[in-house]
């Protein structure tokens, strides 16, 4: 908790203090048991594996209706007899690889866990982050971490944030490749299930694997050209090598798979677009202001050291780029809005970290902002838009022990897959976003797949 005090606002800082006391009153309610390290200690129903296990798997930029394009009959088999999330996984915002894939993670809003984008400038201090491996960037707990914290064995492979050494985790050299894009997709599959050929004992509790497909395509050629329906293809195969790899293993039955991906993706090919420059007549906003343009545009104002209120300046700025993308003057104006950081919707839970620039313009689905009409407009895929946007989900699918076969849940946002992992595990969650509620949706109580009480 300490650790993350820094960034969190009274309000959250309570609401997680509440969110922890309630998980633990909750545990305590349901079975009787005052510490997860005895929920471990019940009898485990299967004869191969002697606790549980949960791998989860992420295709990046997986778009929520990808497992319609073309056949995925190993996609198809985890969804039909497990748990999916009937309309899609909703992502966080921004709807990009890195923010969403530690929310995973650590079950925070990308303010709460620091990385507020895939690349960005910290409009205090001036420091840049573009992926980097500095623990200073990467705040609350991951779940590799708590596994380690309480003594677990975690694997990851290739996960964003995983490379970044905290608490007990070290990122051990055989337990946490490092990041290398040449590695194929079937090694890094092979590599996973390796790990279920150490003894019982060593076998890991928690595995992660990561694969950077169909993001790629889709960044490329736009959602809906057939080389991404290859990819989509590929990745099912590559899921029907995890599966035959755990039924040859005699597993199959006792891992529990998470099947996820962090984002979606859209077309900007109808090259809808709005030219800062535009917005002249009404304020001049010089491009050193601007730390990104889209999907979402970032400003952080340069006020002279004589400028006494900055926050009124800044809302100056706001009022008059509104004015001019309401005007009706400005090409494709309607299609931004413009907010000071603390007005935005509550619902995107992106105010409260000084990473964030002091203005934010949530851009329109598929559009493109630019600083005047110089240089060559591409047509491409991207994503990153506000997460109410249907192009931006992904999947979820849960197979095995805990999840119920064959059923369906509502959707929901990827901040509540700690909790589930944890509860899956038996461990004791940090503090975060998700509600610790949340598992009784979607998991069945421990134990009733066999009968060993
Ligand atoms: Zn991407």
């Known amino acids: 908790m300490a650790k993350i005090k820094h960034v969190l606002s009274p309000k959250l800082f309570l609401t997680l203090l509440l969110t922890v006391a309630a998980t633990a009153a909750a545990a305590a309610a349901t079975n009787g048991l005052d510490s997860p390290s005895s929920k471990i200690r019940r009898p485990w129903p299967f004869k191969k594996l002697n606790k549980p296990v949960v791998l ?7 778009r929520f209706g990808y497992q319609f394009k073309t056949d995925t009959p190993n996609i198809d088999l985890l969804i039909s007899e497990g748990t999916e999330a009937k309309s899609g996984l909703i992502p966080v915002f921004p709807t990009m690889t890195f923010p969403n894939h530690y929310s995973i993670a650590t079950g925070l809003y990308p303010a709460y ?43 990851t492979y290739f996960w964003p944030g995983s490379e970044v050494p ?27 299930l390796s790990y279920f050929d ?134 494709n104006g309607e299609l931004l809005q413009v907010y ?31 600083q005047n009409r110089t240089g060559v407009h591409e047509c491409y895929g991207d994503h990153g838009y506000d997460n109410k946007y249907f192009s931006m989900r992904s999947i979820f699918v849960g197979h095995g022990p805990r999840f119920r076969s064959g059923k369906k849940v509502p959707s929901f946002e990827n901040v509540q897959i700690y909790n589930v992992v944890a509860e899956i595990l038996g461990l004791r969650p940090a503090s975060n976003n998700g509600s610790s509620l949340f598992t009784r949706n979607i998991l069945s109580p421990f134990g009733t797949t066999g009968e060993v009480e």
Not at 115 to 128: A, C, E, W, Y
Not at 347 to 352: G, K, M
């Open 56 to 62: 989860m798997i992420s295709c990046d930029g997986f």
């Open 340 to 370: 000071l950081k603390e007005k935005l919707p509550e619902r995107l839970h992106y105010s409260e970290s000084s990473r964030i620039a002091p203005i934010i313009g949530m851009v329109g689905e598929g559009l493109v902002v630019r």
């Open 166 to 192: 905290k608490d007990s985790w070290t990122c051990p050299k055989e337990y946490c490749p490092h990041f290398n894009l040449s590695v194929p997709l079937h090694e890094r599959v092979d590599t996973v």
């Open 198 to 331: 150490l003894p019982v004992s060593e076998i890991p509790d928690f595995l992660m694997l990561y694969f950077d497909e169909p993001d790629k395509e889709g960044h490329d050629y736009g959602p809906d050209d057939p080389r991404v329906t290859a990819a989509v293809s590929k990745v099912d195969t590559m899921i029907g090598r995890v599966i035959e790899g755990l039924k040859k293993r005699e597993i199959f039955d006792e891992v529990h798979i998470i099947l996820l991906g962090d984002h979606g993706m859209v077309t900007n090919c109808d090259l809808k677009t709005i030219y800062i420059e535009d917005l002249a007549d009404w304020i001049k906003i010089p491009a050193d202001w601007i730390y990104a343009y889209s999907p979402v545009l970032a400003i952080n104002p340069k006020w002279g050291d004589d400028v006494e209120n900055p926050g009124e300046k800044n809302a100056e700025v706001v009022a008059k780029m509104n004015e001019a993308l309401s005007s009706g003057k400005v090409e």
């Open 113 to 155: 866990h620091g990385i507020i984008m895939n690349s960005f400038t910290d409009p205090v201090t001036g420091d840049k982050f573009n992926k980097g491996l500095d623990p200073k960037w990467w705040l609350g707990e991951p779940l590799w971490v708590t596994a380690a914290n309480q003594g677990r064995k975690a694997v």
